[in-house]
């Protein structure tokens, strides 16, 4: 009968990992290419509503955020809906300051082109973003973008 | 004989790459920003003259209330009718005297076109729900996209958002511009 193994010959063969570096640095390239660094931590939900006639926020760096929506944190600040400006709670009366400090920030000749992302929660009472939005009028900041996943609308199947 | 250079020991690059993956994959988001654009109107100036008054024909009416239910026109609406309703309201393809008139202006690439002079106005209560807002807004802009698709179509052989030269893009949001106007906020439902 042939023999198919020899005794002794059966020594693994050692796999050569000098590639492997060079993978991970391409998945981490992918990714530092793909994504944006998290600027805020969220202390309010903002599940967003979904839409179809939705564009893309094009230039970061020219969008400020105001986040609405009931606190994370229900059993510390309630679950009446509130207003989140970088990494705080705020009130109506703070977004003239924060539309106007963001503007700083920003080059002159780029301040028309500033808009202002409402990231607010689907089951918050129009309100409190009607509120936001007579205050953004005052400032002159008349560009805003209502954030919207992409789907369905609600009521619409 | 020349000394032989040691070889620099690699193993550990491995590590520290993904050292450096596993730090960018925590503190970077990967979600597109996406969302309705809308430009607000600019503040009333209170000494500013009263605005000539809009004639009724030409407005189209959405109330939205705290219970988030429409009223279209001064009637109950349905939010899965109000695309079809805002686009026959805009086009007024029967000349309808209680729809909009439609002026026709002389549009660079387009030539002689009937503007409709209509306006949407849309009002909600401070009880709405957000869903139900955004809901209603991206019917109203999706009745405006399927009217400048139709124009695109006719004139030009693309969908709007197909078109790249930027003349011709003006030339069809001359003829069909986004005419959805926001009320002064008011307050019924109290919630």
Redesign the interface.
């Known amino acids: 009968m042939a023999r198919f193994r020899k005794e002794g010959g059966k020594k693994n063969p050692k796999i050569n ?2 590639s ?2 060079d993978i ?2 391409m ?2 390239f992918f ?2 290419v ?5 600027e805020t931590t969220l202390f309010v939900r903002t599940s967003l ?1 979904s ?7 094009e230039r ?1 760096s020219l ?1 400020s955020f105001i986040y609405i929506g009931p606190p994370l944190q229900s059993q510390v600040f309630g679950t009446e809906p509130r207003i989140q400006l970088y990494d705080s709670f705020a009130t109506v009366d703070d977004i003239a300051s924060f539309i106007e400090s963001e503007r700083q920030a920003t080059a002159e000749a780029e301040r028309p082109l500033m ?1 202002t ?2 990231k ?8 409190i ?2 509120d936001v ?2 205050e ?3 400032v ?11 789907g369905e ?4 199947r | 004989m020349a000394r032989m250079t040691p070889e620099i020991n690699a193993g550990s690059m491995a590590d520290i790459a993904f050292l450096l993956l596993i730090f960018f994959l925590v503190t970077t988001t990967m979600d597109v920003d996406t969302g309705i654009n809308r430009m607000l109107p600019p503040p009333i100036d209170p000494n500013a003259p009263e605005p000539p008054p809009v004639r009724e024909r030409n407005v189209f009416v959405v109330l939205v209330d705290a219970q988030d239910r429409l009223m279209v026109e001064g009637e109950p609406g349905n939010i899965t009718t109000l695309r079809e309703r805002a686009k026959e309201f805009l086009l007024n393809p029967d000349d309808n005297p209680n729809m909009p008139v439609k002026e026709t202006t002389e549009i660079e690439h387009i030539g002689e076109f009937d503007v409709s002079r209509g306006i949407i106005s849309l009002q909600n209560d401070r009880g709405t729900s957000y869903e139900m807002y955004i809901a209603v807004q991206n019917e109203l802009a999706a009745a405006v996209r399927e009217i400048r698709d139709e124009v695109s179509r006719q004139y030009f052989g693309r969908r709007f958002s197909e078109l790249r030269d930027e003349e011709l893009v003006n030339a069809v949001r001359r003829a069909v511009p986004m005419a959805i106007s926001e009320a002064e906020p008011r307050d019924i439902g109290r919630r």
């Open positions: 990992t000098a492997l570096p991970i640095f998945l981490l990714f530092m793909t994504t944006v660094m998290r509503p839409a179809t006639e939705i564009q893309q926020l970061r969008v808009t992302s409402l607010v929660d689907r089951d918050t009472r129009m309100g973003v009607t939005k007579q953004l009028r005052m002159n900041a008349l560009r805003v973008n209502y954030s919207t996943t992409r609308v609600a009521g619409i």
